[in-house]
Structure formats: C-alpha cells, structure tokens
C-alpha cells in the first residue's frame, strides 16, 4: 500500500520518466566500461548487458554480491554467463547508480587489470554522477 500511495502521488507519468532516465543512464555509461547492449531494442524496466568476451557474468554477479552487497541478475538458458541484468524500477537513488557504475567497473579491473584501469572506472563515474545532476 505505501508503494501504491507513493506512485500515486508521483503519477505514472512522472515515474515512467523516472525509470527512462536511469535506463539511459545506465545504458550510457556501462557501455563506456566495455559492456555491450544485448538487446537491439533495450526495455526501460531492465538493462541486459553483454560482458567482455574474456569475462563470465555469473562470476561478475557473486562477485558483486561478495564484495559490494550488490544484486543484480544474470542471463538464463544460452545466455547464462554471457550477460548481467541491471534493474531499473523500484526506489533507486541516483547515488546507488554510480555506485553500481562504479563496483561494476571495479569488478572489471579486478578480473583483467588491463580491461580498465581504476582510473578509467573513476573517470566514468565521476561522469555519470556530472550527466545524473544535469539531467535530474
């Protein structure tokens, strides 16, 4: 009911433009990890991330949850290992974006130093918090 009562007093519209916006946020700036888009036509409810060829996504998600106490989902069937999906609904705040941005990225480094440098994962997230407050 507190959820119900609070999307109600945002309106549709208003939580719709919501969830848009940390869609392309986070399609925006994983991309510039070295992430790819798996889907042609993404969704605006979850963002389905093709890793590095080099990588395992099973071992990015535990590896997030171990280290960060960060969930996120992993691609099932033939997808299984190959890609993460990063949810976009519910009460998400802009800080908790970068810091996925930026544990991602991290995760990364730590499995292939020479993927990207810990200086590469501040630069994208620093720029990701920059567009976040221009685009509120």
Not at 28 to 44: E, H, I, N, V
Not at 46 to 70: C, H, S, W
């Amino acid at each position: 009911d507190v959820v119900l009562n609070l999307i109600k007093q945002q309106g549709l519209e208003k939580l719709f433009t919501t969830i848009h916006r940390r869609a392309e946020v986070t399609r925006m700036f994983a991309q510039r990890l070295g992430f790819t888009l798996y889907a042609k036509s993404p969704s605006d409810s979850v963002t389905a991330l093709t890793v590095p060829p080099q990588m395992d996504g099973q071992k990015i998600r535990l590896y997030l949850e171990e280290k960060f106490n960060i969930t996120i989902m992993g691609g099932q069937d033939q997808a299984k290992g190959k890609i993460i999906r990063v949810g976009h609904m519910g009460y998400i705040q802009d800080a908790e974006m970068v810091n996925l941005m930026k544990c991602l990225g991290m995760t990364l480094h730590n499995f292939d130093p020479n993927f990207i440098t810990v200086e590469q994962v501040s630069i994208v997230a620093d720029e990701m918090a920059q567009w976040l407050e221009q685009n509120p």
